[in-house]
């Protein structure tokens, strides 16, 4: 199990952009899958972007184009970089990890730790 912390959140204009974070701590020396989801006020959680621990990613559709995942290992943190935001954007952001192998999901089923989120809101 790993402890996950995001930061970064924040209120931004459409158009803009952010980066979120997400800092890992345990034991991170495995092949592992790191993710950002999304779940704004009464609406289903969904899965953004993911990477995996030999950099493959997968990103929603919606995102294609606006959102970066990238990873720093020396430091055990996750980026989300999010350009041209939009107000459907906003939600809280929530970042989750797995011990896995292979191209990285979306689906949250596959998820074992997550922290506790960051709020991101866009205005238009």
């Known amino acids: 199990q790993v402890h996950l912390v995001e930061s970064g959140g924040g209120s931004v204009q459409a158009g803009g952009s952010l980066r979120l974070s997400c800092m890992a701590s345990g034991n991170t020396h495995f092949d592992y899958w790191m993710a950002w989801f999304r779940q704004a006020p009464g609406g289903k959680r969904e899965g953004v972007a993911a990477?995996?621990?030999?950099?493959?990613?997968a990103y929603l559709d919606s995102v294609k184009g606006r959102f970066t995942i990238s990873k720093d290992n020396a430091k055990n943190t996750v980026f989300l970089q999010m350009n041209n935001l939009k107000p459907e954007d906003t939600a809280m952001y929530l970042c989750a990890a797995v011990r896995a192998r292979g191209p990285p999901s979306l689906a949250d089923k596959w998820y074992d730790d997550w922290g506790q989120g960051t709020q991101l809101t866009v205005s238009s």
């Open positions: 990477i995996a621990s030999d950099g493959g990613a």
